[in-house]
C-alpha cells in the first residue's frame, strides 16, 4: 500500500468522519474511512469507536484515543507528536484534537510540539493560554484540568516572572474542581506558597500588609471594559473581561477578602463566563 506524503494530524477518535483518511495501526499508509459507530459499555458511556473502512476492515478505538488523519484542504494542523505515553508534549496533542477548528489551540500546541521546559516562562505562558483557551472558548472544563495540572504541580522557585503563570493555573484549577472540596482547597494551598516565602518577619508583616489591601481593592479593569462596550470593540472587551476573571479566580483561590466573599466572587465568576461566552458567539 502506497504510503501519504500529506501533512497528519491527530483526531480524537469521537471526532472522527466519514472521508477522513486514517493511518493504519501498523503504519503501512492511510485509509479512507466509510463510516463511523460508536459503542458504549454496559453504564452506557462510550467506550470503542469502531471505524469501517474501504474496502470492509474495521479499525476498534479506544474512546479517548487520539488517531492519525491526513491533513487536507488547509484545516488547520494540530502537531501530531511522537513522545512516550503520558509526556506533557503528548497531553498537548490529545487535548488539541479534540479542537481541530480552534486556529488559537493549534497555534499553542504547535508552539508546545517542539517540546515543553518547565524552566522557560514563554512555555509557561503557552501552557496557561492553552488552559485558558480550552476553558473559557471552548468550555472542555476537563482538558483545561488536564493541561493546568501540568503546571499545578511547580513549585515556588523564586522567580516570579515564571510563578505567575503557575499562580494563574492553580487558581484556574481551584476553580474547576470546586465540587470537590479537599482537591479544590489543595490548590488554593499550593497558590498562597509563594505569600509565606518571604524569611525576614518585618518585610513578610509589610507585605502581607500589601497584599491584603490588593485583595480588599483589586484591578478589576471596568474602565478598559467600559470604554471597550462604548466603543463597540467586542474583541478588546473579551481581552479585559478575560484579564478580570483571572483576577476574580485568583481571589477566588485565595479565600476572598474583607471586601468580596467567596459567595459574591462565584457569582461574579460566573457572570464573567457568561459575558466572555456572549461576545464570542457574537464574533
Same mark, same amino acid.
Given at each position: ?49 469502531? &471505524? ?15 488517531? #492519525? ?12 507528536? &511522537? ?15 479534540? /479542537?481541530?477548528? #480552534? ?22 505562558? +503557552?501552557? /496557561? ?27 515556588? +522557585? ?41 524569611? +525576614? ?25 467600559? @470604554? ?6 467586542? &474583541? ?15 481571589? @477566588?483561590? /485565595?479565600?476572598? #477578602? ?8 462565584? @457569582? ?16
Amino acid at each position: 500500500m502506497e504510503k501519504s506524503t500529506l501533512q497528519a494530524r491527530p483526531v480524537a477518535a469521537e471526532a472522527l468522519s466519514a472521508g477522513q483518511r486514517i493511518a493504519l495501526p501498523d503504519g503501512s499508509g492511510y485509509v479512507e474511512v466509510g463510516s463511523v459507530d460508536i459503542e458504549s459499555d454496559d453504564f452506557g458511556v462510550p467506550a470503542v469507536v469502531i &471505524a469501517t473502512l474501504a474496502g470492509g476492515r474495521t479499525l476498534r478505538i479506544a474512546s479517548g484515543s487520539a488517531v #492519525s488523519v491526513e491533513a487536507a484542504g488547509g484545516a488547520p494542523l494540530v502537531p501530531a507528536v &511522537a513522545a512516550d505515553d503520558g509526556s506533557p508534549e503528548e497531553l498537548v496533542a490529545q487535548v488539541a484534537a479534540l /479542537h481541530p477548528g #480552534s486556529d488559537r489551540i493549534g497555534e499553542l500546541a504547535e508552539r508546545l510540539a517542539r517540546g515543553i521546559n518547565f524552566k522557560s516562562g514563554s512555555n509557561l505562558q +503557552d501552557l /496557561h493560554d492553552l488552559a485558558l483557551t480550552l476553558f473559557v472558548d471552548r468550555g472542555d472544563t476537563g482538558s483545561a484540568l488536564k493541561t493546568a495540572d501540568l503546571l499545578t504541580d511547580l513549585g515556588f +522557585d523564586g522567580n516570579f516572572g515564571r510563578w505567575k503563570w503557575v499562580e494563574s493555573a492553580l487558581a484556574m484549577a481551584a476553580y474547576l474542581t470546586r465540587d470537590d472540596e479537599a482537591r479544590s482547597a489543595a490548590y488554593s494551598v499550593a497558590l498562597r506558597v509563594a505569600d509565606e516565602s518571604e524569611t +525576614d518577619p518585618l518585610r513578610a508583616k509589610v507585605n502581607a500588609a500589601v497584599r491584603q489591601r490588593q485583595l480588599n481593592d483589586p484591578n478589576l479593569y471596568d474602565p478598559e471594559i467600559l @470604554r471597550a462596550t462604548a466603543a463597540g470593540n467586542r &474583541a478588546a472587551e473579551k481581552d479585559w473581561r478575560v484579564l478580570r476573571l483571572g483576577v476574580l479566580l485568583y481571589l @477566588r483561590a /485565595h479565600g476572598g #477578602s474583607e471586601t468580596l466573599s467567596r459567595e459574591v466572587l462565584d @457569582r461574579r465568576i460566573a457572570n464573567e463566563l457568561s459575558a466572555v461566552a456572549g461576545l464570542a458567539s457574537a464574533s
